[in-house]
């Protein structure tokens, strides 16, 4: 594992925020046309116009000039288990989960296809410039272990945790509940904290948990008060039908996660499309996050997020691509398919808060905007380099855009991809996709 990084510098167009641009406006962006960046042991040493900077700099500099250098990309919402089941035909959730998605996990009870899997899938999310993510695993403690140890080798500040489901899966897919408990607390013993590493307390659905896992669940978050809690919320129809009668006590899906203590402010909620006004005022009095996923919404037919309402009742927002029910690894292209979502809810996603969510928004609600989301002095160097001009198709269209910042963002988000990133830096090393 790398930990540090020599002292060097990037060249190019600096681009981050300071606040939401949805609350301040255009104060909230920061911009400077020909900067400096200056990285050194795995932090940011100083930024600014290159005219003030170069004099007196003394490092090798990457000269990305006229590219956009901007915080890593952060995901708030993916499965590492699951890119072989990327683009997978004809279902929605409940059925894709049992024909495609829990075969598939059962493989990572190998551990050799567990590190295969986790190597790939870390070096797509560098290639797409993502140098953060919330990551479920599957319920076998190794292949967790897997994950953490192909992303200490690389440095990346990853969130992930183990799957906790004790019923309703299959057998080869279950743990118990004192058994879930057990694993996760050795886990976050063992990796929460450990150089980039962070844990989430992983109940994968409310169907999949017993009382007594969720319970146990609750009990990790109070004992371990710094990790975090990711599972899904009111994605299908057929889910939230599962869940009212699998508790019937509950008065809505929300009320499951309230009762049983592990909603907010360090717990994320996948999906979170068909909320009514009680479960929008839980998620936003308990500081919850509700995580946007627009292409898995769309691919298995589940609904459209409404960003408006949640936003107007006080929830807090994230985005994220959800692979494998999403349908693309880059951050672009999700944020170019949750334009599309909510143009269809006569919502609009402007390109600022689109950036900003894919950066700063996304620290926020990881409550981790002291260490990554910006390019403030002393945050840690991860940052991303975009080229609004990489393919002919947009070097064509960008001739019409001149010099308007907010239209070449929209151009990178609804025509971009991998093909955009023109580096990814992680504490300041450069990583590029293997071969």
Known sequence: MTTSSPRRALRGRLLDFVADPAVAGADALRYVRDGILVVEDGRITARGEAAALLPGLACPIDDHTGKLILPGLIDLHIHYPQSRVIAAFGTQLMDWLERYTFPEESRLADPDHAKWQADFFLDELLANGTTTAMVYSTVHTGAAEAFFEASAARNTRMIAGKSMMDRNAPPWLMDTAQGSYDAAKYLIQRWHGSG??????????????????????????????????????????????????????????????????????????????????????????????????????????????????????????????????????????????????????????????????????????LSLTDKIGTLDVGSEADVVVLDARATPAMAHRMTAVEDDLEQELFVLMIMGDDRNVAATYVAGHQRKRPG
Not at 215 to 231: D, I, K, N, R, S
Request: charged fraction near 20%.
């Open 196 to 365: 980039r590493q962070l844990y989430a307390v992983t109940p994968r659905f409310a169907l999949t948990s017993s009382d007594a896992q969720l319970e146990l669940a609750a009990a990790l978050m109070q004992e371990f008060p710094g990790v975090y809690l990711q599972t899904h919320l009111s994605e299908n129809d057929k889910e939230i039908e599962l869940v009212r009668q699998t508790y019937p006590w509950a008065r809505h899906y929300t009320h499951v996660y309230e009762r049983f203590g592990i909603t907010g402010p360090r717990s994320l909620f996948g999906h979170s499309i068909h909320l009514d006004d009680d479960e929008v005022r839980i998620l936003a009095e308990t500081g919850s996050i509700a995580v946007f996923c627009p292409t898995s919404n769309t691919f298995l037919g589940s609904g459209l997020f409404d960003r408006d309402r949640l936003a107007a009742g006080g929830v807090r927002l994230g985005l994220a691509t959800d692979v494998g029910g999403g349908t693309s690894y880059s951050m672009l292209a999700t944020a170019g398919e949750a334009y599309k979502v909510l143009q269809l809810r006569r919502q609009t996603l402007r390109p600022l808060d689109a950036f900003h969510m894919m950066t700063r928004g996304n620290a926020a609600a």
